[in-house]
């Protein structure tokens, strides 16, 4: 029995018959097919289509994946599935979405099939190499989880302020230590090596950004501590990022008090002279 298969895709040029493969329909004469798009793709996509056109797209693929897909990832029988069906969706078509002429291919009709076709033909998804989705436990990582336990009766550990919760917050915001005395006390660590560059500045202006809107809500100016270390200097993102913040005001005045980590026992020494404790109240279990 022969195998067919057809294209789901969406013209973006008339003229220069440019077009989006979106999705994928493998049947053969017997009424047996698999079909599958790529959400990934239609995302990329967004922005080639106007709101409105999008809105169909997604819905018409929806309506497809509802129509053709078994979600125990088996093969569908579905009897009005011919060629001449398929051919006959490819004449009916409009100006967002479109069938193309079934064509036969020499592959058997499964699954480990079907997926390499898309692959070649939809979307292939990036491989991810092993040590980019590990993280190194190293660096800040291991000072901060050797530093919490000596001073976890006088901070608040790994808290998140949530927008739901404090309206001086205007996104979920992560601090790893908070505590008060007079004055509220608070301390971030910060991976200079080993965090991409974005996600450096993200979490360095997240914290930073945090302490006006966080003294008008206490009505106290705060002690702030930031622990990091000097990135490599191979590392010419990373160490630039580590230049400015050396070289701001807030460094500079002592606004923020950038602490290597080799000196945390400082920290540990002021929440115990300053006799430190929890800001937000620890509920015993």
Do not use: C
């Not at 047996?32 to 693929?61: G, P």
């Not at 008060?180 to 910060?190: E, G, R, T, Y």
Request: no cysteine.
């Amino acid at each position: 029995m022969k195998t067919l298969y057809s294209i789901i895709y969406s013209p973006i040029s008339v003229i220069g018959q440019e077009r989006i493969n979106f999705g994928l329909l493998l049947f053969n004469g017997e009424g047996k097919l698999l079909f599958n798009y790529s959400t990934e793709k239609l995302e990329s996509a967004k922005q080639l289509f106007s709101s409105d056109a999008f809105k169909l797209i997604k819905t018409y693929l929806k309506t497809l994946d509802n129509k053709f897909t078994d979600k125990k990832q088996e093969l569908l029988q579905e009897n009005q599935v011919s060629a001449d069906y398929v051919e006959y969706l490819s004449r009916y078509s409009n100006n967002l979405m479109s069938f193309t002429n079934p064509q036969e291919v020499n592959v058997e009709l499964t699954i480990e099939n079907f997926n390499s076709l898309f692959e070649k033909i939809i979307f292939k998804k990036p491989e991810v190499k092993l040590q980019e989705l590990i993280r190194p436990i190293n660096g800040i990582a291991v000072v901060k989880m050797n530093f919490a336990p000596k001073v976890q009766k006088r901070v608040n550990l790994d808290v998140e302020l949530r927008t739901d919760e404090h309206d001086f917050v205007l996104f979920n915001t992560h601090i790893d230590m908070m505590g008060k005395n007079d004055i509220p006390v608070l301390n971030q660590f910060i991976e200079f090596e080993y965090d991409t560059p974005a996600m450096l500045e993200k979490k360095i202006n997240s914290y930073i950004g945090l302490i006006k809107p966080f003294e008008a809500y206490d009505g106290n100016e705060g002690k702030y501590f930031m622990v990091g270390d000097e990135p490599s200097k191979s590392k010419i993102k990373h160490h630039l990022i580590w230049d400015h913040l050396v070289d701001s005001t807030l460094i500079k005045k002592n606004l923020v008090e950038l602490v290597p980590s080799k000196e945390i026992d400082l920290i540990e020494s002021y929440f115990n002279d300053h006799d430190v404790r929890p800001y937000f109240k620890i509920e015993k279990k």
